[in-house]
């Protein structure tokens, strides 16, 4: 069966410093990968998505990045944080035409 | 532009009690997909159900059941006979296709749902 694992689950970093997040995704290849953010107190939006290795498309104009080194590996990053990067940020994968699952989410505190 | 609408922002209700959540959707594709998802206090999201716009059958999953209707562009939700373990955030969700064939989804604000003992 497909499992994804997102880690941290919990991280505080303090304004300017980098970030990485790591999803990964086991049991399926080439799934669609997403990375969504939930700000505090509203829905999700979301940021990036991949449909393959390298591929990247950007959803929303901000702070972060993101790549896909392998096929089942989708990575957040920012150079240098701010305070609004602050969230609950969650990687989900799919394929076409099905629903997304979503993994247990990584809280950020920018600090 | 996809958009989802949860009105509710927060319902509040004693066990045992039915509870629909309501969900509005605007879209202009003629074939998209309906998702409702649960997100615990655990904040995980939980995938409850899937719904194509060509199938207008209502569903029923145990205590949940969907009423998906075109004409009102509404996509609601009830648990009926709620217990304490139905709280959480719940949302609606629209797709919105990407490049590649990628679902993207379009969430509505979420409801928050209490169950009161």
């Known amino acids: 069966s497909q499992t994804i694992h997102q880690w941290p689950a919990t991280l505080v970093q303090p304004v300017g410093s980098p970030l990485s997040l790591e999803c990964t995704v086991e049991g399926t290849s080439n799934p669609n990968l997403y990375w969504y953010r939930q700000a505090a107190g509203r829905g999700l939006q979301l940021l990036f998505y991949?449909?393959?290795?390298?591929?990247i498309s950007s959803e929303v104009p901000q702070n972060l990045s993101a790549s896909r080194p392998q096929d089942r590996q989708f990575i957040l990053s920012s150079k240098k944080l701010l305070l609004s990067d602050s969230g609950f940020y969650l990687c989900?994968?799919?394929?076409?035409?099905?629903?997304?699952?979503f993994g247990q989410g990584t809280r950020l505190t920018v600090v | 532009a996809q958009k989802v609408t949860q009105a509710q922002t927060e319902i509040s209700v004693v066990e045992k009690e039915d509870v629909t959540l309501d969900c509005v959707y605007e879209t202009r594709d003629t074939t998209y997909y309906l998702f409702w998802y649960k997100q615990p206090p655990s904040g995980e999201l939980v995938f409850l159900i899937r719904?194509?716009?060509?199938?207008?059958q209502n569903e029923i999953s145990g205590r949940y059941s969907w009423n998906f209707q075109k004409s009102t562009s509404s996509f609601n939700f009830t648990i009926t006979a709620s217990q304490v373990v139905d709280s959480a955030v719940y949302f609606c969700?629209?797709?919105?296709?990407?490049?590649?064939?990628?679902?993207?989804?379009?969430f509505g604000q979420g409801t928050r749902l209490t169950i009161n003992p």
């Open positions: 969700a629209l797709s919105d296709e990407g490049v590649g064939g990628a679902q993207k989804l379009v």
């Open positions: 991949s449909v393959g290795i390298g591929q």
């Open positions: 719904r194509n716009s060509f199938d207008e």
């Open positions: 989900a994968w799919g394929t076409a035409g099905t629903e997304a699952f």
